[in-house]
């Protein structure tokens, strides 16, 4: 059985930094993709973005291009998310996901980025950006 815990939100001030980790277990870590969700109350989830475990290949959505890096652990089946300069307009839970597919840039921008594409789910983690 796939299961994804993910951790290490908080509370962090505007303009701050944050790493959330997504634990795997029940897989065969290379065959998956790992992705990252967010949603905001009253809000739809939507992709942060994903890393397909085999050749760390990454992608991201276009508001958190250059603030958010997705890496890997190989040797603890997690993935993280670093967060720099937080806005309060990334506050939300962030949930991790998995699905047994290779992601490309045109599947990401596609399909991926939704969050019905992904088979599974971690719990999520709060993250609060405030002053």
């Known amino acids: 059985e796939v299961q994804l815990q993910a951790s290490g939100g908080g509370l962090v001030q505007p303009g701050g930094s944050l790493r959330l980790s997504c634990a795997a277990s029940?897989?065969?870590?290379?065959?998956?993709?790992i992705g990252w969700f967010r949603q905001a109350p009253g809000k739809e989830r939507e992709g942060v973005g994903c890393i397909y475990v085999r050749d760390g290949s990454t992608y991201y959505a276009n508001s958190v291009k250059d603030r958010f890096t997705i890496s890997k652990d190989n040797t603890k089946n997690t993935v993280y998310l670093q967060m720099i300069s937080l806005k309060p307009e990334d506050a939300a839970v962030y949930y991790c996901?998995?699905?047994?597919?290779?992601?490309?840039?045109?599947?990401?921008?596609?399909?991926?980025?939704?969050?019905?594409?992904?088979?599974?789910w971690g719990q999520g983690t709060q993250v609060t950006v405030s002053s």
């Open positions: 996901a998995a699905v047994r597919r290779e992601i490309s840039t045109n599947s990401w921008y596609h399909k991926a980025f939704r969050p019905n594409y992904w088979n599974y």
């Open positions: 029940g897989l065969i870590f290379a065959d998956y993709s």
